[in-house]
């Protein structure tokens, strides 16, 4: 699946949100090029009003999207994510669930604010924060891809999307060979640079 074609055509087919499947990637693990790690500072993004749909996106750098961008399309993708403690003297403390490896779907995306010459990565960390983390470090490990971008022409499918896209994440991160990234240090603790 390292295809990168640079704008894949979005589509839109009852048809195929209603064919979706439950589960994603093979069972025995993931397939290259994953697992891909990212590590970065969490940025501000666009405010594109992911928060009112009630699902927050985490952007990271684009230099720390590389790894994605040089070998993925765009598209909806899933796999483990960390925010790490804070930096030295933040007033914000995640607490200690906030700081553990939780599941996370990522959406990658032509930006539109760029032309779509650029690429945005997104994290929506499957977990209630209490605080945001802006400036926080953030390590990701992608386990692999759910499906395209599709051209949503109502606020409620996409919302359903995504509520589908959070069950497929946590379907698939149920099998043994992807829960053992879990506590996997070598990408949750790691800083690349
Ligand atoms: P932005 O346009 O700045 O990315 P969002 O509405 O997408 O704004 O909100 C993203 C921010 O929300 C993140 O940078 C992070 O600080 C915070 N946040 C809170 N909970 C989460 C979560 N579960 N997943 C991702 N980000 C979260
Ligand atoms: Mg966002």
């Known amino acids: 699946m390292a295809i990168n074609h640079k704008h894949d055509e979005p589509f839109s087919t009852e048809a195929y949100r209603e064919a979706r499947p439950h589960k994603v990637g093979p069972d025995d693990g993931p397939e290259p090029p994953f ?26 750098p684009e230099e720390a999207i590389r790894p994605m961008t040089s070998q993925c399309k765009a598209g909806i993708y899933y796999g483990y994510a960390r925010v790490h403690q804070p930096p030295k003297g933040a007033p914000v403390d995640l ?25 945005t990565a997104e994290v929506h960390v499957i977990h209630e924060f209490e605080h945001d983390f802006y400036g926080h470090e953030i390590s990701v490990v992608v386990l692999g891809y759910i499906r395209p ?13 995504i509520a589908t896209d959070i069950q497929v994440t946590l379907n698939s991160l149920g099998r043994p060979a992807y829960t053992k990234f879990k506590n996997d240090t070598t990408w949750s603790h790691a800083k690349i640079k």
């Open 35 to 60: 697992p891909i790690v990212m590590y970065g500072l969490v940025q501000a993004g666009f405010g594109r009003g992911s928060k009112e749909l009630g699902c927050p996106t985490a952007n990271l």
């Open 95 to 119: 607490g200690e669930q906030g700081i553990e490896v939780h599941p996370m779907v990522m959406s990658l995306g032509w930006n539109p604010f760029y032309k779509n010459e650029k690429m």
């Open 149 to 161: 971008e599709l051209d949503y022409t109502s606020r409620d499918a996409l919302k359903e999307d």
